[in-house]
């Protein structure tokens, strides 16, 4: 017969060795860098990342999983390097120097406000960490979840009026020390609490790359229908242009499919006869080119904002062909 003493030994014998090896059990994360896609200044689109974070959690007796079979874990995340001193966290910034793009890093692909991942004390979104409990059962192991992570950079102002310069500028926010933390603590029964646990370094980085761009549309030239070509037709299009802040730009015109920039020529197919026209930048002003031939091309420097200008077509007075539609297809390139 065993007496009681002995039980009570033999319990506070196993209590102890299970105590010493919870401690040996432990949980540890992988995490990888979120990395946005090339973002172009003008965009008028938020730009979009992903990342997973791989927690894992072991047990390394079967006592140990019997006396301590639940672990708890936590991750906090703070503002991140880009944000300096402060401790606002919507939106969380990466820097380049004094140059800021505002993002931030979400727990679902909702990307609402309430799904902003935090957990930091003294920040806006403190109340945000990610947390969840492992529950072993059947003693030594591991138990592994994916962490899945969305990200969005977003297409505002501070973007679009950035001066990103002739070359790409690489934005970074660094998590690591006192901006991000992984804790974890195993327990019996109840709720686990993160920051009587062990805690652990997770330094991971966010980072874009900005470069500087410009968009253009125009629109086509049409010209009313005529019978005789006695007299000058006109007719306008609208040419709208987008560039980078700061950024210099040449918007230049080809000759079209039938002539050339000093003497274009819209084509009937059918008849393969011919129309002369021009396309100028002011009424009755030089021929737009390529800076050939006396053409003239259109230049500025974008300030991030799209700007409308009108292009002015004329078919000066000449022969009237046979009737019919002509066309001409004339490529316009921006330059920056």
Known sequence: MISLRHCLALLGLLLALASGQARAD???????????????????????????????????SFLAGLLFPNATVCLYLGNGSGNGASMVTVPRQIANGAKTVNYNIYTDASYSAAKVWGGWAGTTTA????????????GVGSLSQDVNLYAKLNADAALSSMNVGPDNLTFTSDFSGGNVLFRYMFFLTGLGDCTLG??????FQVRATVINDCN???GNLAFP?????TSAVRTTANLAVQCSNNTAYRIAFSGGSNGTVSARKMLNAASMEVINYQLSSSLDGPSLGD????????SGTGDGTTRSQTLFGLVP????????????????????
């Open 127 to 138: 109340a945000n960490l990610i947390t969840f409990t492992f529950n072993k059962t059947g």
């Open 225 to 229: 229908n005529s019978s005789l070509l």
């Open 198 to 203: 062990t805690s652990v370094a997770m330094p």
């Open 26 to 60: 432990s949980c540890s994360v992988a995490q990888s860098d979120i990395v946005f896609p090339t973002v172009s200044s003008i965009s008028s689109t938020d730009v979009y990342a992903s990342a997973n974070f791989k927690v894992t959690c072991t047990w390394t």
């Open 317 to 336: 007075s000449q022969t009237t062909p046979s009737p019919g539609d002509y066309k001409d297809t004339i490529t316009a390139t921006v330059q920056f």
């Open 216 to 218: 253009i549309n125009v």
């Open 291 to 298: 800076g050939t031939a006396s053409t003239v091309i259109v």
